[in-house]
């Protein structure tokens, strides 16, 4: 197999989120898969299987497990694709549902993707799970902002919504990650997603990880999706909207992720981003 490269939500090689990809990732079995994503390294590989019926079949695998859906590598696996075929219309089969992601060039010439998740929902936070999870992170329930309530966010992957309104708190991520990777297994969480909203439109988020082996996630598509559900269902932003999701700064790879939050309750939420090949 080869073995791509990029940065999701970056222009630069040193921001965002790095991704494998594997365009060709024919007669892989799910033992290969894991093993590649292991020895590459990244939070997420993504391997891409031509049925040859028109979708392409889309799996992801962290070093340690296999997820539903993944956002960054979704974007990176688009624009691998289109520096190799050209911008255009995918429609992916990931494990999550369908998915589709158009890329495009913008004015500068570099690749921009932007993929639809499938629908999203959300479910209560049992005050069981808010109080283990608060414990593990060092937080108390006066760090929370009470205009976004806890709540179990879901576009293609479950992530706990968790959100504060002190810039401070969010700063100082420290966390037991040996507690919570436990906890995020019984309730398959693939990221928990703590946000701080700087104004109507402009979130921060980190997303601490410890499914894919890592401490955070700097660039987290599958959340942002998640997360613009989450605001739609809730009523907490008027629709249509374009949100801007500022992600990795505190951990030193700065990410930019664009969220699309369509007025129709039941369509799927757009996540826009940039890759570059590393």
């Known amino acids: 197999m080869e073995i791509l490269r990029y940065v999701a939500f970056s222009t630069d090689p040193g921001g965002g989120n790095p991704a ?9 079995d799910d033992k290969v898969m894991l093993a590649t994503a292991a020895e590459v390294g990244c939070s997420e590989t993504a391997f891409v299987m031509d049925s040859g019926d028109g979708p392409l079949d889309v799996r992801y695998f962290s070093p340690l497990a296999e997820v539903p859906f993944c956002g960054h590598a979704t974007i990176a696996t688009a624009v691998a694709h289109a520096e190799r075929h050209g911008p255009g219309l995918l429609h ?13 060039r913008a004015a500068d010439g570099s690749l921009v993707a932007t993929l639809v ?27 929370l902002d009470p205009a976004l309530p806890p709540r179990v966010a879901f576009a293609g992957a479950w992530h706990p ?7 401070d708190r969010l700063a100082d991520l420290d966390y037991d990650m040996a507690a919570l990777a436990p906890l ?17 439109t402009v979130f921060h988020a980190r997303n601490p990880f410890p499914p894919g082996g890592v401490v955070e996630d700097p ?21 249509p909207a374009t949100l801007t999701i500022h992600q990795g700064v505190d951990m030193g790879r700065p990410s930019t992720i664009t969220v699309t939050v369509p007025a129709d309750p039941h369509s799927g939420i757009g996540v826009t981003g940039t890759a570059v090949r590393i």
Do not use: C, H, K, N
């Not at 992916?92 to 495009?104: E, S």
């Not at 660039?219 to 629709?239: D, H, I, K, W």
């Open 161 to 167: 919504v968790i959100a504060t309104t002190s810039g």
């Open 219 to 239: 660039a987290t598509g599958a959340a942002a999706a998640a997360f613009g559900g989450y605001l739609r269902e809730l009523e907490l932003v008027p629709t």
């Open 20 to 28: 494998g990809v594997v365009l060709d990732a024919s007669g892989a």
């Open 184 to 200: 995020m297994a019984r309730r398959d969480w693939t990221t928990i997603d703590l946000v701080r909203r700087e104004s109507p």
């Open 92 to 104: 992916l089969r990931t494990q999550a549902g369908p998915v589709t992601v158009t890329t495009d």
């Open 117 to 143: 998740s499938v629908a999203p929902r959300t479910v209560p936070l049992e005050e069981a799970d808010l109080a283990e999870l608060l414990a593990i992170l060092g937080w108390s329930t006066e760090d």
